[in-house]
């Protein structure tokens, strides 16, 4: 068996060979998922093999995976790679805590604690206010859906579910809404999908249709969920009027940013959630606008009480030294934990709040610039509007779903598509901050030119199709 030093001097030349093929080869040819296994040896067997036959297979593995961090990945809403934020993640690995106590985390506790205390004031969330980190958007909101619950009901925690409770969300909202509702019992059912508005955002006035319709009938309406940039066009719901509504009905507020609650960092864009300080809760993922690793999610509540409310539990096996204010794991939904806390960190601490805010704004900046693009030329259709980083279009009527697969399949652009109403269209994101204006306009051109090359194939249908 070799040092463990061995393998870290294996992880720096594969690294290294791993970012001097992102710039030469951004996109990696895909392997065809039946051909996998022939193309790979991913086989676990009996007996080990040789360590330079391991790092041989490790290397092949690691070229043949989509580089998420490359100039032409736009596919999902994350992207990049940022130096600090990596070296905090990796240190996190080496230290290998556990973020439920203090015992076993130290010093990692108080990073967690300042983000989450630095966020809160952002946010503009007094003394009371709390948060943690979830593993996910899907999981914060899971957590503000249950913390809405067991304040609706009294006992609820003990006796379960008794009576039928509704949710309310746009229609435009992510998917994670329905599911958690169906997970805490509560059921796909009663979860209203409330129309939106041309621009994708919840319409206010058919809240409050809706919440009303379901007190007559006899349900027990119980939470809200304002979308601050939902996954498609990046519209931003009006959490003012929203919790106007919710202080009438007395209902907890939820604001799922996941992709750009960010936009507090910034003095430019945080006017995009105002009030939403009156929110009883707003989540965010920092691995999507700031561009941390996977996962770093943050839930935060006005009121902490909630959080200790519906995931303390007592276990004297684990709590036994410290207050609870921390030993983390008297606010989280997991027991063991791992530290998402620190690679976030490193950045805020390297760039200062300051620097969060230019890459925020620098994400609107290409949009803008993507957005001007569009604007220009004929061959293109714009779907998406003012202060969004989605910036969905179709060039030539070609159907976007066939655009973006041919692209992939032959390696040259990482994009996908989405609908808003009848429409399906390319949605391009702009969340890398770490691209240029250069790099976004470099992405039409590609695109443009796979057209030219792939006329016959892409076009025919489309002239059928219009
Ligand atoms: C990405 C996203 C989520 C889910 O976050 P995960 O970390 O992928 O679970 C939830 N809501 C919105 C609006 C999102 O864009």
New binding site residues.
């Given amino acids: 068996m070799s040092m463990i030093q061995d393998d870290f001097n294996q992880f720096q030349r594969i690294s290294k060979k791993l970012i001097e093929a992102e710039i030469k080869e951004a996109v990696v040819a895909p392997i065809k998922a039946e051909k996998l296994y022939d193309v790979l040896d991913l086989s676990l067997e009996e007996e080990g093999i040789s360590d330079d036959q391991f790092y041989q297979v490790l290397e092949e593995l690691v070229m043949h995976t989509p580089r998420t961090a490359s100039k032409q990945f736009f596919n999902q809403?994350f992207g990049g790679r940022k130096g600090k934020a990596s070296l905090g993640d990796l240190i996190a690995v080496m230290l290998n805590n556990s973020m439920y106590t203090y015992k076993v985390a130290g010093p990692m506790v108080g990073v967690e604690k300042e983000i989450i205390h630095q966020v809160c004031r952002l946010i503009g969330y007094g003394k009371e206010s709390n948060g943690t980190i979830a593993p996910?958007?899907?999981?914060s909101?899971y957590m503000a859906m249950v913390m809405a619950r067991d304040q609706k009901v009294e006992d609820i925690r003990s006796s379960g579910v008794d009576r039928k409770m509704t949710l309310y969300t746009s229609i435009d909202?992510?998917y994670?809404i329905a599911k958690n509702s169906a997970l805490m019992g509560i059921g796909r059912d009663q979860v209203r999908f409330i129309e939106t508005d041309s621009y994708g955002c919840m319409i206010p006035e058919k809240l409050e249709e809706s919440i009303s319709k379901d007190l007559n009938d006899g349900f027990t309406p119980f939470f809200v969920n304002a979308?601050a940039?939902?996954?498609v066009l990046g519209a931003f719901d009006p959490i003012g009027p929203l919790s106007e509504i919710c202080s009438k009905f007395d209902l907890w507020l939820h604001v799922?940013g996941?992709?750009c609650g960010s936009v507090i960092f910034s003095n430019r864009y945080k006017f995009l959630v105002e009030s939403c300080e009156k929110a009883d809760s707003f989540s965010f993922?920092a691995?999507?606008m700031i561009g941390t690793p996977l996962?770093c999610?943050l839930i935060l509540v006005k009121d902490k009480k909630h959080l200790y409310n519906s995931f303390s539990n007592d276990a004297s096996y684990l709590y036994q030294t410290d207050g609870d204010d921390f030993n983390l794991g008297k606010t989280s939904l997991q027991c063991g934990r791992r530290n998402d806390a620190l690679k976030f960190w490193c950045l805020w601490k390297s760039m200062g709040t300051k620097g969060l805010s230019d890459l925020v704004d620098h994400q609107f900046y290409l949009a803008d610039i993507a957005r001007d693009y569009i604007k220009k030329n004929s061959d293109y259709t714009l779907y998406s509007f003012d202060n969004s980083i989605s910036v969905c279009f179709n060039y030539k009527n070609i159907p976007a779903q066939k655009l973006c697969t041919a692209l992939y399949e032959e390696a040259k652009l990482m994009v996908g598509f989405g609908h808003f109403r009848q429409e399906e269209f390319v949605r391009f994101v702009t969340i890398n901050s770490d691209n240029s204006a250069e790099d976004i306009l470099n992405f039409f051109h590609v695109l443009e030119q796979f057209v030219e090359d792939k006329q016959e194939l892409l076009l025919s249908e489309a002239l059928m199709d219009s």
């Fill in positions: 809403l996910g958007g899907s999981m909101n909202c992510h994670s979308t940039g939902t996954t799922d996941a992709y993922n691995h999507k996962t999610s």
